[in-house]
């Protein structure tokens, strides 16, 4: 950057060596070219930001050796019921109906729905469960795919968190704090770590699910980072990536055509200026024209084989499912992908929570464990981490009716089920215990900071050392808080 | 850019992570003051930035008391009442292995301190006071512009100070930018727009002294200018037309962004600008302009998520003011004091709370929607108006007829069957009147302030947690700020004459480094949203203070004010520089060169609009917003429900080509083309766009449908206007693009290309017949195919330059 207009007074730190390597060779015009080979090969302890290709990261060097390269969030939006699906609570069953006692909720907020509800009895999850794997966890009849990798897991029964409402939530668990404004965990490791594959983002993010809540662009976004590390969202149809294809009527080779010639001019203009920010432009329209071709090559599945598509199900066959999502993001986690944000909708069941959350299961059990198993086949899950969960989980008490075969849950913070698979997440671990009633942790919390804290160490990063000073303060993704939790590593 | 409150999850964590540290112990007593005064503004400078909450180096934290403590890996940092003792001052001192701080030793005096205040029993006061060592408070001065040794080169005050740096640094400023530059720069600060090439040309042919002058003053009058203002204002004032939080409700907010317009088209004075946003409703008579300007504080998102706790959403949109205001008018962090005191301005939690003691007084409900959100005022259009008394009239008609039947209805009297279907009819009829009437009535509201008649008590909030009230407070001023003025009520109007009148010297300083910040592309201080301690001091303070004391005594004058420092031979040196001075000044800091970078993420769909042609010219500034091509249903892929506001409903003709403005701001899915050139999206305030440079930025500009429009557009208005053959051709598009003719290699590559593209398009008549009829602009069919398709490859490219979205 000619004048580099950040957010505070200190250099941008996105601004890396490689930039200022790209320049010294930029004038002759295989600046480019070179950048790649420059900044090629990995490496824990060696410095960071000669380290890695693509883009370098803003971390000088790793302070452990990491487990993990990278990692797919499979967020499941709206907040799943932990009470139907991880956290089976036997004792509900007698109590069914019964009156939530105050001795339980001890005077705890709820949200304005519920709040003044007269009477909270208590619902009994109308699905049966049983124990799998080796390591005995117990999971929902409506899981039976997630049941079989029940040793490939770590299921934590208590995750806890702050928030009782989706946007805030969903914020916090995005970004570490409730409010709007600060970046998103992949814009973190983009920013930390930089990307291995210059030919795609280092944070993609897919949707699914047609209902539900809101998902704002906040939630995969940058904050006060720079735009560089903000998501960018695959689309299952139009373009996948936003102007990605040239416009009608422009074959492939009258766009090089033209992109040659904005080179060339560029080119031109930058040895008449030497302005380093003509150099960097120069380097995104070439990255750009190099996307044109692994975008549509990595969305496109009809190479993937039919055991492929028996192993995620039938929906993976169509775009925009999360079976689809599922298996798109293996193929960007074989493309080293730094990080792979998946958002399915509709998990919040306020009413009729039964016929909804089947609908919901059948619609991601199968993908979820799928993309497990299939990581593990390719050898890649021992550097991946999979991460399954929502934002919070719902009240033991019935929101509205209770009947025999229907109930509702409104939401619940204070405890919620995730697992994680892969990248030195302990396999088959269960981890933590709620009360009677799933109301509250009986026994080892992992708050969402802690969470965080423990992903980052295991992808080699103290969490308190990633951080970027925004309007005089050095902010972190961890806020003010943050443990690593030994517990949860292998 | 983004404000930040600590909301209640940072706060409960707070409490975890002090809990965890042992909570401070309650403070000796002894030594009052000098804690604040030297001890503490020591360590921030000396020691917090490796040794306080984030960044706790050695598990050491020095930002409290309990955290000296109970020390770092080594151990208690300090032992009270021992200095001799305290392993921070044998560290200090340099009295063992471990020197602290790494990057020099202190000074005697500094050891001294901390030795007496250990001995005295470090006594931690808490609350930060000013101590006069934070530049940005310390009195506006008005420097005399100091003398220069080569004379000639100053234009106006503002070059005696950058060329007496200058000339310390033994560094001789950039020569003149061209003028063909010069135009092209200050049309873009002034206006946003390009200059067309006849202004070009009558720059270029106008050698009369005073040339320069005219240009400038000629864009001062330009509307455009309005819109050039206020595309930086609203980043401040957080303007956008959705809710923000949740399912992000169109809202009606665009009255107010008109008054943002007109008023710097008319040069509104800064001071009334800012009395009339913060308080335009509290003036006496308030003016339906006044009531309009208070909308300010009623940009920020606003939720109606169904389970919101109402006390807390409350809670939220006055802290957002107060911080909105703290950020605009006074460049400060306030929200830092949420939750704690300020750990390095002076800014207690109580000022914090003072503050946001004059915006908790609104009388809205929590949790609200779009159009229906009062207080609001009537704002309708003539047919509006029209529209609600026509409605009125015949509610209050078939009321009357009801009213009149209801003697013998009342009766019990039989009706036929044929007057009952009547009746119910007329009842449908009347409430879908009423509907009718309350959906226009809304769609004339404009969301503004108002106070509550009796004031509502504010609590301290501690750690910022709704739920737990602290001392109850006035409203305020931040103390080290001085109070405002005795006399009149404590309110919202009292806090902004107070901000302009009182000689509190922030508003100024921070208003000039903002614009300083637009023309040069950084502030004088480069941290325009944060000047406090952990800003940067400015490369020129002098200057900023004599620009500051200047727009004061002439009265806020915004106009003045900018022609000052555009009038500069500073703003009007060349931003070609040499490769050595790069090197030693890569950022500018000296201002030995003029500014150039890549413009903001409207101007260049803007650029790209007026470039064609296809700019809308014809209409007066303002009008409510629209919604030009988007890709697909963008907001449909992630939004939820059926909600007006769900589905984008792409407007057709003019409102396609209105500047960049005037585009839908949705917070949730931002306009695609903006988002990737860094627009922010409003959620919080934003005093500084980050400049990128990513691939999404090319795809935007050579596949977005307005580009390829505009290519194709410009392309047959190079063969139509740009006289015969590729040279005169290639010449006209370079002068409309880049106010320049281009030079020969450049012709070269462009011949080639265009060579190219003829001869494909030639073979592929259907791929031509594609290419030219991109967008809904009128298609130009008297033109040859293959000619017209490869001018439009040349536009493509010509509008893809690295020199053409960047202001040089």
């Given amino acids: 950057m000619s004048d580099p207009r950040t957010h505070s007074h200190v250099p941008p730190p996105f601004t890396p060596l490689g930039r200022r390597q790209f320049l010294g060779r930029a004038t002759t015009g295989i600046g480019v070219v070179a950048l790649a080979s420059l900044l090629s090969g990995e490496g824990w302890a060696a410095p960071r930001r000669t380290a890695v290709g693509g883009r370098a990261g803003a971390l000088e060097h790793l302070d452990f050796a990491p487990k993990a390269k990278r990692v797919i969030y499979l967020f499941q939006s709206g907040g799943p019921s932990h009470l139907d ?209 692994s975008v549509p090559e990595l969305m496109d599945l009809s190479h993937e084989p039919d055991s492929t598509f028996a192993l995620y199900g039938p929906d993976a066959r169509t775009p925009g499912t999360f079976a689809a999502n599922c298996l798109l993001a293996r193929r960007l986690a074989e493309r080293d992908v730094r990080f792979v944000q998946l958002y399915h909708r509709d998990w919040d069941h306020h009413g009729g929570l039964p016929a909804n959350i089947r609908r919901q299961c059948a619609q991601t059990d199968q993908a979820s464990a799928a993309l497990v198993l299939d990581l593990k086949q390719r050898g890649l899950l021992d550097d991946t981490v999979v991460i399954w969960g929502g934002e919070f989980g719902r009240t033991v008490y019935s929101q509205g009716n209770l009947t025999k075969t229907d109930y509702g849950r409104d939401h619940h913070g204070r405890c919620y089920s995730q ?50 000073r925004f309007q005089g303060r050095d902010f972190r993704l961890t806020d003010i808080a943050g443990e690593v939790m030994p517990a949860l590593l292998a | 850019m983004q404000g930040f409150r600590w909301g209640i999850a940072g706060a409960l964590l707070l409490v975890v992570a002090v809990a965890k540290a042992a909570p401070p112990a309650a403070a000796p007593s002894g030594g009052p003051g000098r804690f604040a005064r030297v001890v503490r503004p020591l360590l921030v400078a000396k020691c917090f930035a490796c040794h306080a909450d984030n960044v706790a180096l050695s598990g050491l934290r020095l930002d409290s008391r309990a955290g000296m403590l109970k020390g770092g890996q080594r151990g208690a940092a300090i032992n009270p009442g021992h200095p001799e003792t305290s392993l921070l001052l044998r560290a200090v001192r340099h009295e063992g292995a471990l020197k602290m701080p790494p990057e020099g030793r202190l000074s005697a005096a500094e050891i001294a301190a901390l030795t007496e205040w250990i001995r005295t029993g470090a006594a931690w006061d808490g609350a930060p006071v ?111 037309d959705s809710d923000g939080y949740h399912d992000d409700t169109t809202r009606l907010m665009w009255r107010y962004r008109d008054y943002v317009i007109g008023a710097f088209n008319r040069n509104k004075p800064f001071d009334q600008f800012t009395i009339e946003q913060l308080a335009g409703d509290l003036l006496p008579n308030a003016t339906v302009e006044q009531r309009t300007a208070s909308a300010f504080n009623r940009c920020g998102p606003t939720t109606s998520e169904g389970g919101a706790v109402p006390e807390e959403v409350l809670a939220r949109y006055a802290s957002e003011r107060a911080n909105t205001a703290g950020q605009v008018w006074l460049g400060l962090t306030v929200q830092c004091a949420e939750c704690h005191d300020h750990k390095y301005d002076p800014i207690t939690t109580r000022d914090y709370y003072q503050l946001t003691a004059f915006f908790n007084q609104v009388p809205e409900q929590a949790l609200y929607r779009g159009t229906d959100a009062p207080p609001t005022l009537l704002i309708a259009t003539p047919e509006q108006q029209k529209l609600l008394d026509e409605h009125t009239a015949q509610i209050t008609a078939l009321e009357e007829e009801i009213k009149a039947e209801g003697g013998v209805a009342g009766t019990g009297a039989m009706v036929s069957p044929e007057e009952k279907a009547r009746r119910e009819a007329r009842t449908k009829r009347l409430n879908d009147l009423k509907a009718a009437r309350t959906r226009i009535d809304r769609e004339a509201r404009l969301r503004v302030m108002a106070d509550v008649p009796e004031r509502r008590p504010t609590h301290i909030l501690l750690r910022g947690d709704y739920r737990n009230k602290g001392a109850e407070v006035q409203p305020g001023t931040p103390s080290v700020l001085g109070a405002p003025a005795a006399g009149g009520p404590a309110n919202r109007l009292s806090l902004a004459k107070w901000l302009v009148n009182s000689g509190n010297p922030l508003p100024a300083r921070v208003t000039v480094n903002r614009f300083w910040q637009m023309l040069f592309g950084a502030g004088l201080s480069r941290s325009s949203d944060d000047l406090g301690m952990r800003g940067e001091k400015p490369s020129h303070p002098e200057l900023l203070d004599y620009l500051g004391s200047d727009f004061i005594a002439n009265h806020w004058d915004v106009k003045r004010l900018l022609r000052s420092i555009v009038l500069s031979a500073t703003y009007q040196q060349s931003s070609r520089t040499t490769a050595a001075l790069r090197v030693r000044d890569p950022q500018n800091r000296l201002l030995a060169r003029g500014p150039r970078f890549r413009l903001p993420a409207e101007f260049i769909r803007d650029n790209a609009l007026a470039i064609a042609g296809l700019l809308d010219r014809a209409r007066a500034p303002g009008g409510p917003s629209v919604k030009p091509y988007q890709p697909g249903d963008l907001w449909r892929e992630l939004s939820a429900g059926d909600d007006a506001g769900k589905s984008y409903i792409q407007d057709h003709g003019p409102d396609l080509y209105r500047r960049g403005l005037y585009t839908f701001w949705k917070r949730s899915i931002l306009y695609p083309s903006f988002a990737v050139f860094d627009a922010p999206k409003r959620e919080v305030c934003a005093g500084q766009r980050p400049i990128t440079n990513t691939p999404l930025q090319a795809f935007a500009t050579l596949n977005d449908v307005t580009y390829v429009e505009a290519a194709r557009v410009f392309a047959a208005r190079i063969i139509q206007q740009g006289g015969v053959g590729f040279g005169p051709r290639l010449d006209y598009a370079y002068r409309v693009v880049l106010a320049r003719p281009p030079n020969a290699r450049e012709q070269d590559v462009m011949e080639r290309l265009f060579r190219q593209a003829r001869e494909r398009y030639g073979a592929d008549p259907a791929a031509a017949k594609e290419l030219l009829t991109a967008g809904e602009a009128p298609q130009v069919t008297d033109l040859d195919l293959p000619e017209h398709s490869a001018w439009t490859c040349v536009a493509n490219a010509l509008l893809n330059l690295d020199e053409t979205v960047t202001k040089e």
């Fill in chain 2, 130 to 240: 000013g101590d006069g060592r934070l530049w940005a408070l310390a009195p506006l001065t008005r420097p005399a512009p100091p003398e220069v040794r080569t004379r000639g080169w100053v234009r106006t005050p503002v070059d005696n100070f950058v060329l007496a740096r200058l000339e310390r640094e033994r560094l001789r400023p950039a020569p003149y930018a061209d003028r063909r530059t010069l135009i092209r720069r200050v049309t873009f600060d002034l206006t946003g727009l390009p200059p067309t090439p006849e202004e070009v040309d009558a720059f270029l042919a106008d050698r009369a002294p005073g040339a320069w002058e005219r240009v400038v003053d000629r864009l001062f009058a330009d509307p455009h200018y309005g819109e050039r203002m206020a595309q930086h204002w609203l980043d401040l004032a957080r303007y956008a």
């Fill in chain 1, 419 to 468: 697992w994680m698979a892969g990248g030195g997440f302990k396999p088959g671990l269960v981890y933590g215990e709620t009360d009677d009633f799933g109301y509250n942790i009986v026994r080892n919390p992992v708050p969402v900071h802690d969470f965080h804290a423990t992903l980052l160490r295991l992808l080699g990063v103290e969490h308190t050392h990633l951080t970027y």
């Fill in chain 1, 85 to 293: 699906l991880f956290d089976y609570k036997p004792g509900l069953e007698k109590l069914n109906g019964q009156e939530l006692p105050d001795s339980v909720r001890k005077g705890q907020r709820l949200t304005g729905m519920t709040a003044d509800q007269k009477t909270k009895p208590m619902a009994a999850s109308i699905f049966r469960f049983a124990q799998h794997g080796q390591s005995g966890a117990c999971v929902s009849e409506l899981l039976p795919h997630t049941a079989r990798i029940v040793d490939e897991i770590a299921l934590v029964r208590t995750m806890t968190t702050t928030a009782i409402n989706h946007d805030p939530a969903v914020t916090f668990c995005q970004t570490g704090a409730e409010q709007p404004g600060r970046p998103t965990l992949g814009a973190w490791l983009s920013y930390g770590l930089g990307t291995a594959n210059q030919d795609l983002p280092a944070f993609v993010v897919l949707t699914s699910g047609q209902v539900g809540q809101n998902l704002h662009t906040r939630y995969w976004e940058s904050g006060f980072l720079p735009t560089v590390h903000q998501g960018i969202q695959f689309r299952a149809q139009g373009d996948p990536v936003l102007f990605l294809s040239n416009p009608k009527g422009m074959a492939p080779a009258m766009r090089r055509s033209i992109l040659d010639s904005i080179r060339a001019l560029n080119e031109m203009k930058h040895e008449a200026i030497g302005d380093p920010e003509i150099a960097t432009r120069i380097e995104q329209y070439e990255m750009a024209f190099r996307m044109q071709t």
